[in-house]
């Protein structure tokens, strides 16, 4: 079955920290471009954080720059986001994504919508005290 599935996701405190988890199975995610996505109540989804390893490029979001850091486990087949310095308006379902390295790069993946091969289900982030 090729799905993504994430993780780590739950409720912090302003300041706090969380990581998480996208574990792939059914292909191999190191081929691919990945990103974070997120998406508040009433707002458009957002690319946080995408990383080509083809292109060895990252791209992070001007609101996360600094604070985030997106990493892979290859033997693990996962990928991870730390969030650090959380902040209430970082609340959010966060999803991580796939995509074919021949038609995209990182930034086109996380600031142009463009089609990607894989979705996960999503996990809840919420930054409050």
């Known amino acids: 079955q090729v799905q993504l599935v994430e993780s780590g996701g739950g409720l912090v405190q302003p300041g706090g920290s969380l990581r998480l988890s996208c574990t792939a199975s059914?292909?191999?995610?190191?081929?691919?471009?990945i990103g974070w996505f997120r998406q508040a109540p009433g707002k458009e989804r957002e690319g946080v954080s995408c990383?080509?390893?083809?292109?060895?490029?990252?791209y992070y979001a001007d609101s996360v720059q600094g604070r985030f850091t997106i990493s892979r486990d290859k033997a693990k087949n996962t990928v991870y986001l730390q969030m650090n310095s959380l902040k209430p308006e970082d609340t959010a379902v966060y999803y991580c994504?796939?995509?074919?390295?021949?038609?995209?790069?990182?930034?086109?993946?996380?600031?142009?919508?463009?089609?990607?091969?894989?979705w996960g289900q999503g996990t809840q982030v919420t930054v409050s005290s």
């Open positions: 990383d080509s390893k083809s292109d060895h490029s990252t």
């Open positions: 059914g292909f191999t995610l190191d081929y691919y471009v």
């Open positions: 994504a796939a995509a074919d390295p021949r038609g995209t790069t990182d930034q086109q993946m996380c600031t142009m919508g463009t089609p990607n091969d894989y």
